[in-house]
């Protein structure tokens, strides 16, 4: 039932050509219709929502198309918030398909951010630009991979609840990292770092005119790179292999000879280094320092993103494209309806599609049991 | 599937129905003609009882009388700023504002971008160079500065005058530059009306949680209460919570800070140090208006009624008529100049 492949799917008779095409427009509808009655939900749920507030809603839909994929400079936004939410969004889809709940990309990103800004801070103002870069997002990976380390450990060795310490984490890494910019790091009156000296990632705009004044830069690609490592690492290596495996049924991975403990663990701090990575979206890319709070919650919606996705890596960019547009329209139709609509919409996403999931109701179920 | 197939066909329906509706008084986006003004918000946006509503005071008031059309757009995460700040400069706004010293780089770079709109930054943070003098900001842009330790020096008189006591007290929330006008402006109306009086100051902490720790704005106002302060002054947050928190335990006076704070704890508010955010927004819609707006650092003291204390029927009987006269004697001595308050240790 649930779309994964691999040797623990129910063994299956040969089938032949119609049964197998019956099965694959049955999978096909599995994976499409749950998002499309989503959307079916929040369009009717926001046009009540904008009917009440006194507008019209066809008026208001076409604002948010305007300002989003209307132009470039639109494009341009939803794609930079996108480039921010696919990293958080796969990295809590690649817990999930180790089975762990990584409730702490927003902390990880935050790391990771800072990681970024710190490389390039010390690094010195002449270093070649793609060497700078490589370091710099590596930094970003290796600090976002060390938050994720400790839940990733915690769980492997004594067997704590990742949920509960990703979640601390987060507390942990967002205030020590306030204190050291607001304590030690930051220009005066302001609650950022000095600009980066190197690393700098060019905006998308300084090569294609059109995008100029959005966000968008090239850690795009940075990141596009990252989605393509992280399905080939899932889906053709033996580790990746391992982790779903130990992600739908422990105790039959370990008596196929899996190393659990190890699995948790590599699957928790990779999940933290893919997060972390998330970080230079804003840092290298947009800003040039790190910001204190920059994160801005883009960690938390990556869960909503990863059960959008249903953690597979093509379906996380999907939907993180879909809540950027949500976020970037929430800013175009501002002037005729309260931002609080667009929030409330992201939440009527997530519960359609948690209702609608199945994957969603066995991790419920699954909870339930532990 | 067959159920769900059904369900989606329902809901496009109904969504193809309700898109064609259009309520009686539903807007128009507004374009061109008029006094048309943006004003994008700091995180936390509207109902912070503090700067941002300030701001939206001061619209309410331009749309009132100067017949403004004002939009606003409250900004989500980090890049929402300058988006939002370049969506109301793109669609040719008359004068875009952000709130708050975070819009600081993001109204620069717009304000390069776009000379022909007008831009103002609420607590824009001046920048320094090298050599510690300040860069003057873009021509179209005006900084909007407050003189807080004007204030600041008429409720310290105030809690001098009332506070029964030879100690007074002051809690901070983040030790920083910013933080110290208010407590080095208070200090000073204490000692211009009570010389041997003595400012017990304290600060809640160095990080921005300073400002969101009521915990601690308690534990640090019941420790001053205790030493024998009857009114204390915090320039803290919500920090501040606490303190008007341990002034209801204790029976003493608290004194709010940026809005009127009287609701936090009623008969235990002295009085509060405000910043007519409201003033400064209005004052520069009704510049645009008159066409003559300039950009520059402007700063709201006294004079422009930019800073100021509450006194209205909630506090009227806490402050007797002679200790009103003298505090307004010395407001007006700031005014003309011959009292001169310190901003800074």
């Known amino acids: 039932m649930s779309g994964h492949t691999g040797a623990f799917a129910e063994p299956t008779p040969v089938p032949d050509a119609t049964a197998r095409a019956m099965r694959r427009r049955a999978a096909l509808e599995e994976a499409l219709l749950p998002p499309l009655v989503a959307l079916a939900v929040i369009l009717v749920a926001g046009d009540l929502l904008i009917l009440a507030y006194g507008e019209a809603p066809g008026a208001v839909w076409r604002l948010l198309a305007e300002g989003t994929w209307g132009n470039a400079y639109g494009i341009g936004q939803v794609l930079y918030k996108a480039t ?97 910019v607001a304590a030690k790091l930051h220009v005066p009156e302001t609650l950022h770092t000095p600009t980066i000296r190197a690393g700098a990632v060019p905006r998308l705009a300084s090569s294609i005119e059109a995008f100029h004044g959005s966000a968008a830069s090239w850690t795009i690609v940075i990141v596009a790179a990252a989605v393509i490592g992280v399905a080939w690492y899932l889906f053709r290596t033996r580790a990746g292999f391992e982790l779903r495996a130990v992600g739908l049924q422990p105790a039959a991975a370990e008596y196929g000879g899996v190393n659990v403990p190890r699995a948790w663990r590599n699957a928790l701090m990779l999940s933290g280094a893919i997060a972390g990575l998330g970080g230079v979206n804003y840092v290298l890319g947009y800003k040039g320092y790190y910001e204190d709070g920059f994160a801005g919650g883009a960690g938390f919606l990556g869960i909503a993103v990863a059960l959008v996705g249903r953690n597979h890596p093509l379906g996380v960019v999907i939907a993180a494209l879909f809540f950027a547009t949500l976020s970037q329209g929430g800013l175009a139709i ?7 609509m667009v929030d409330v919409l992201q939440g009527i996403v997530i519960l359609a599609v948690a209702a609608a999931v199945p994957e969603v109701r066995r991790l419920v179920r699954q909870a339930a049991r532990r | 599937m067959r159920r769900l197939f059904g369900l989606l066909g329902v809901l496009l329906a109904a969504h193809l129905v309700l898109s064609f509706v259009r309520p009686e008084g539903a807007a128009t986006p507004p374009v061109g003609e008029g006094l048309d003004i943006g004003i994008v918000f700091d995180l936390g946006g509207r109902g912070d009882k503090s700067f941002n509503d300030g701001a939206y005071l001061g619209a309410e008031r331009a749309m009132r009388e100067l017949g403004a059309r004002v939009r606003f757009v409250e900004p989500g995460e980090g890049s929402d700023r300058e988006a939002g700040l370049r969506l109301l400069a793109a669609e040719g706004m008359d004068l875009v504002i952000g709130v708050g010293f975070i819009f600081t780089d993001d109204l620069t770079e717009l304000a390069n971008e776009y000379p022909n709109v007008a831009f103002a930054g609420v607590d824009y943070a001046v920048t320094v160079d090298r050599a510690g003098n300040p860069v003057a900001p873009p021509a179209n842009l005006a900084a909007l500065k407050f003189r807080e330790e004007q204030g600041s020096f008429l409720v310290g008189a105030l809690a001098a005058l009332v506070g029964n006591s030879k100690k007074l007290g002051f809690i901070g929330g983040m030790d920083s530059p910013l933080i110290h006008k208010f407590e080095v402006g208070y200090a000073a109306g204490v000692k211009a009306v009570c010389p041997d009086c003595q400012v017990i100051s304290q600060y809640a902490g160095v990080t921005p949680e300073a400002f969101r720790n009521p915990g601690r704005g308690k534990e640090l106002a019941l420790s001053a209460y205790q030493q024998g302060v009857n009114v204390i002054y915090h320039a803290s947050g919500s920090t501040g919570l606490g303190v008007f928190e341990a002034a209801r335990t204790m029976q003493k006076f608290g004194i709010g800070v940026d809005a ?60 007797p008529d002679s200790v009103r006269a003298r505090l307004e004697q010395l407001k007006a001595d700031i005014i003309a100049g011959k009292i001169i308050v310190p901003s800074s240790r």
């Open chain 1, 334 to 340: 501002n002037a005729m309806v309260p931002k609080q």
């Open chain 2, 260 to 319: 009127d704070q009287f609701n936090e704890a009623p008969g235990f508010v002295l009085s509060s140090m405000i910043k007519r955010v409201d003033n400064a927004v209005f004052d520069m819609i009704a510049r645009v208006k008159d066409e003559r707006f300039e950009g520059g650092v402007y700063q709201y003291g006294l004079e422009q009624d930019g800073v100021g204390y509450v006194y209205d029927d909630n506090n009227r009987a806490l402050i």
């Open chain 1, 84 to 180: 921010t939410l696919t990293c958080t969004g796969l990295a809590v889809a690649f817990a999930l398909r180790a089975g762990l709940f990584n409730i702490g990309a927003e902390g990880q990103l935050a790391a990771g951010g800072f990681g970024a800004a710190l490389a390039g801070l010390a690094l010195p103002a002449g270093t070649p630009s793609l060497v700078a870069i490589v370091i710099c997002v590596g930094a970003a990976a290796l600090c976002g991979g060390a938050v994720g380390a400790v839940p990733g450990v915690l769980r492997a060795r004594f067997g704590a609840h990742e949920v509960i310490v990703t979640i601390m984490m987060n507390f942990i890494v967002l205030a020590l990292l306030n204190y050291v």
